[in-house]
């Protein structure tokens, strides 16, 4: 049997501390006086480290079958790291926390998606169901928090993440590992599947949508409250955007069916190239906000939930933890850390629109990637891989 609530409940927790720390840390390090440029450093720190360590922890977890025991280390020592941010605020020790929570963080999300897939045995549709819980943490660590940060000291917001990590440790105890497939798995290497035009294009196109989010997750809520929004209209604009996200995850079985994993892919980076140019140059206009946020339902949950599925699908049993790393080191790690540092060097430089511009252009670029390099024939685009 699929432990549904089990899985769920650690996606719950996985994004209820991105909810609280995504959004609200950028904050906390602002007020305890870093510059745009360190804050951007640092919090490119969880890409960097998204782009080094899950390959080896794919590597490690395919070679020894041991994803569950990987996956409790790296909540464990992800907590530990956390702590860090308790004893000292000075610059090097924060860069210090940051990058060994990092390292280790970086290799939960690729281990639990390949889980969720064995358990599912086959039944991709049904992953949304389950990732949505996901989504609903993330609303409530980000509606919540923004609530109680416009009456709490922004610092409080350490001792809640530490709580989130704790959640997220107590989750990763209760999973069980996945037993083998029974359907037989043909071989092919991995660097014969990477050689694969359209999958060179996904993962092309994953850096550049990645890329375009740079700036929207490092100063997103400094960008609101900057033009005099509230802390917690700012938890609200978070909010609208996952409740987006968590429509899609749920429609995603029905979606599949009328609609091709590319076209999916093509959709959501098309509406990526329309979300940036708004939240740059319409920033004085809260519907346009309201408009652009609920983009992230395709800029992020179509587009997320297609390209795990694709990639489910092309590498095969034998490479599933090292197929969701790399997507997870090209998308997530390396794509964040360039969109995120770039928008660090010019958000003060040029300014928060023509930043948020250089973020449709990467998606513009994503798009041509992935129309370019995956043709629909013979790419296995269909919904049903």
Same mark, same amino acid.
């Given at each position: ?5 089990? !899985? ?21 390090? @602002? ?10 450093? !640092? *919090?490119?720190? *969880?890409s ?29 020592l992800?907590l ?38 064995? #358990?599912? @045995?086959?039944?991709?549709?049904? &992953? ?34 530490l ?7 107590? %989750?990763?105890?209760?999973i069980? +590992? ?19 035009? =359209? ?6 196109? %994953?850096?550049? *949508?990645?890329?375009? =989010? ?12 900057? #033009? ?21 995850? *749920?429609?995603m ?19 990526a ?10 920033? +004085? ?7 652009? @946020?609920?983009? =992230? ?5 179509? &587009?997320?939930?297609?390209?795990v ?9 034998? #490479?599933?933890?090292?197929g ?23 958000? +003060? ?5 023509w930043?948020?511009?250089l ?10 990637? !992935?129309?370019?390099?995956? @043709? +629909? ?9």
């Amino acid at each position: 049997m699929i432990p549904y609530w089990r !899985l769920s409940g650690y996606y719950f927790f996985y994004f209820a501390f991105i909810g609280a720390f995504s959004p609200y840390f950028s904050l906390y390090l @602002q007020s305890i006086g870093n510059t745009a440029t360190q804050i951007a450093v !640092l *919090m490119s720190l *969880m890409s960097v480290m998204r782009m080094l360590a899950p390959a080896l922890w794919g590597w490690l977890a395919d070679r020894l079958g041991a994803r569950t025991t990987i996956l409790r280390l790296s909540a464990l020592l992800s907590l530990i790291g956390f702590a860090g941010f308790l004893v000292s605020d000075a610059y090097g020790a924060l860069f210090a926390s940051m990058a060994f929570l990092a390292f280790f963080w970086s290799a939960a999300l690729p281990l639990v998606e390949t889980l969720t897939f064995a #358990h599912l @045995q086959g039944q991709a549709g049904r &992953y949304g169901n389950i990732r949505v819980w996901g989504s609903v943490g993330f609303i409530v660590a980000v509606l919540g928090l923004g609530y109680l940060l416009d009456d709490l000291p922004v610092a409080a917001l350490l001792w809640i993440s530490l709580a989130l990590l704790g959640g997220i440790l107590f %989750c990763a105890l209760t999973i069980p +590992e996945a037993h083998a497939s029974s359907v037989p798995d043909v071989h092919v290497a991995l660097t014969e599947i990477l050689r694969r035009p =359209h999958v060179r294009a996904l993962l092309a196109a %994953c850096f550049f *949508m990645s890329a375009a =989010h740079g700036a929207l997750y490092v100063f997103y809520s400094l960008h609101l409250v900057a #033009h005099g929004y509230s802390k917690s209209l700012v938890g609200w604009m978070w909010t609208l955007g996952v409740v987006a996200e968590i429509v899609v995850f *749920m429609g995603m079985p029905q979606l599949l069916r009328v609609s091709s994993l590319r076209g999916i892919l093509i959709f959501s980076l098309a509406a990526a190239v329309l979300r940036f140019l708004l939240i740059g140059w319409g920033a +004085e206009s809260l519907v346009l906000l309201l408009f652009a @946020q609920v983009l =992230h339902g395709a800029t992020f949950g179509a &587009y997320h939930a297609a390209a795990v599925a694709a990639v489910n699908g092309w590498f095969g049993t034998r #490479h599933q933890a090292r197929g969701q790393a790399l997507y997870g080191s090209i998308s997530f790690g390396a794509g964040g850390m360039i969109g995120g540092l770039i928008s660090g060097y010019t958000w +003060e430089s040029i300014g928060p629109a023509w930043t948020y511009s250089l973020g449709s252009l990467f998606a513009l670029l994503g798009l041509l990637v !992935l129309v370019g390099g995956w @043709q +629909e024939r013979g790419s296995s685009g269909r919904a049903d891989i």
